[in-house]
């Protein structure tokens, strides 16, 4: 990670994206006190939607808006555990809204959106097929394949994407369906701060959101700085559907041709794995309905991935668990634990795919393959040694992880080493490094960029080799520690045994 993207990265996740200050203008936001229903906020599009004057309405109780009808249940819906008691259909004047009520500490967030034609009970009727044909996938990348295709038929928007997140929070274009004529995205990888921290904390909180017009200019809340109101700080807009929507976002919509985008979390035990987001070139508005049923669809695909994760690495776990069987039985009757976890009928490579593999024992050091030589080794494990602490030492590139001991093993990106008893003995595998290109959603160099917080302008696909890094040693970590617990005890048997030997 560049500096310039470490600095972005903070930049970008400090802006307060939940306290807004405004809403996107497809609708208006009233913000009453919970108790009282008096209006403490009103967006300053008001007099469009219910003919009257925002400033008018302020400090009013909401039966002003609505008439005294829906309060009952409006109150239902606030004192609902669940949003599901959400929209309240609700009519001012001629025109009739979807009402979505939610709560914002001491206030009611009251999201007004007019009411699209009525075609919702067809799109839940496909999205409901849709889920039936998605249950029976079975792998990650067949599953993201056919969601973005359902997701393309359904909303018709222009272009729907998957994004998998690294590990580094980095994300990955998995799937994609684009309208013909447009370049593709697949494949594509973009850097953490395309989607700050904060960001992805509030799509943990709220599992979708749209933005309906990236070039409407968003509507004021009044009241907020009124000192008589009930709050001088913005309100937490997080669950309001009308939030306004980040500057430095909207340019990057901008930048990319979106008029409009409706998104959904992908959420694995509380962490936000991936998201699937719906773009298209003109403003797009989709009902709440609609957008409600799909967040249905997106948590049954989310819950599908995370038991394709758990099954294969259940698997994993019973292949290596067995290697590692065959390994250690071939200690137990042999005098030269050594040669045989090198070289014997099951070997340490077998168990951790690696290009070298090093043994020390009893002070004396072995190895196969691509290793450091044994004054390299020493000076390497005794500088590990004094800074990591805990049982195994794993990274898949000394040169980014500890550039100061890369050069005493400038053949090795990567190391896993594991300590074995207490006299400095250890287990270790080399890797060498894996060159690949990663391809990245436009350059990722600083001219592509006004400033640090700027956008990208250009999106064409940009590949960058990755150098000094080996493949990532993933779960193999725990494996060795396993590897290194197993051959202490073959070795303390041992040891009894000989003195057992000894006491006859
Ligand atoms: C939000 N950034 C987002 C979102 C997406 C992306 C999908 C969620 C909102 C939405 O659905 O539109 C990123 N969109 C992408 C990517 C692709 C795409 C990568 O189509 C292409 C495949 N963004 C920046 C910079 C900053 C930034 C420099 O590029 C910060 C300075 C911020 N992105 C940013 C913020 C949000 C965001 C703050 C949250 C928007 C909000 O919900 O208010």
Redesign the pocket.
């Given at each position: 990670v560049s500096a310039a993207e470490q600095q972005?990265l903070i930049?970008?996740a400090r802006?307060p994206?939940r306290r807004p200050d405004s809403v996107q203008p497809h609708g208006a936001l009233v913000v009453v006190d919970a108790a009282t229903w008096q209006i403490v906020s009103i967006s300053d599009n008001a007099v469009t939607f219910f003919g009257r004057e925002a400033t008018d309405l302020l400090g009013q109780h909401i039966s002003l808006v609505t008439g005294v009808e829906p309060l009952p249940a409006f109150a239902e819906v606030l004192d609902s555990a669940t949003i599901a008691a959400n929209p309240v259909r609700v009519a001012v004047g001629e025109q009739s809204f979807d009402a979505i009520l939610n709560r914002s500490g001491s206030t009611a967030l009251i999201d007004f959106e007019p009411v699209l034609s009525d075609v919702d009970s067809q799109a839940t009727a496909a999205i409901f097929a849709a889920m039936h044909r998605l249950a029976s996938f079975t792998t990650a990348e067949s599953l993201w394949a056919a969601a973005a295709r359902e997701l393309h038929t359904i909303t018709g928007f222009d272009r729907v994407?998957i994004y998998h997140f690294h590990p580094d929070a980095h994300?990955e274009?998995v799937a994609e369906v684009a309208a013909e004529g447009m370049d593709p995205?697949l494949g594509l990888h973009?850097p953490a701060?395309?989607?700050?921290s904060q960001?992805r904390e509030?799509y943990l909180l709220k599992l979708s959101?749209v933005?309906a017009d990236s070039r409407a200019a968003p509507s004021g809340l009044l009241g907020l700085s009124d000192p008589e109101a009930v709050s001088t700080v913005a309100i937490d807009l997080s669950r309001a559907e009308l939030r306004s929507?980040?500057p430095?976002?909207l340019e990057?919509?901008w930048n990319?041709g979106?008029a409009s985008?409706m998104?959904y979390s992908l959420v694995r035990d509380g962490e936000l794995i991936g998201?699937i987001?719906c773009?298209h070139r003109t403003a797009r508005r989709v009902s709440f309905e609609v957008r409600t049923s799909l967040e249905v669809l997106a948590n049954q695909i989310a819950l599908q991935l995370s038991s394709i994760k758990a099954l294969s690495a259940m698997a994993k776990q019973i292949e290596l668990r067995n290697v590692r069987t065959r390994v250690v039985s071939g200690l137990v009757d042999n005098p030269d634990i050594s040669r045989e976890l090198l070289g014997g009928l099951a070997t340490m490579l077998d168990l951790i795919p690696a290009d070298g593999a090093t043994v020390r024992l009893g002070g004396i050091v072995a190895s196969v393959g691509a290793a450091p030589g044994e004054d390299g080794q020493l000076r390497l494990t005794d500088a590990l040694r004094a800074r990591v602490s805990g049982l195994a030492f794993a990274s898949d590139s000394l040169l980014l992880d500890h550039p100061d001991l890369a050069p005493i093993a400038p053949a090795i990106a990567g190391v896993l080493m594991v300590p074995v008893g207490v006299e400095g003995d250890y287990i270790a595998w080399f890797r060498t490094e894996k060159l690949h290109s990663v391809n990245w959603?436009g350059d990722q160099s600083a001219s592509n960029r006004a400033t640090v917080?700027?956008?990208r302008n250009s999106f064409t696909s940009w590949s960058r080799d990755v150098t000094g890094v080996s493949a990532p040693w993933d779960d193999f970590e725990a494996e060795a520690t396993e590897l290194g617990r197993d051959i202490e005890r073959v070795l303390f048997h041992r040891s009894e045994s000989r003195l057992a030997l000894v006491a006859q």
């Open positions: 972005r930049e970008c802006e994206i994407m994300g274009v995205y973009y701060s395309d989607i700050p960001a509030l959101r933005i929507v980040s430095h976002h990057f919509m990319m979106q985008t998104s998201m987001t773009a959603l917080l700027s956008p």
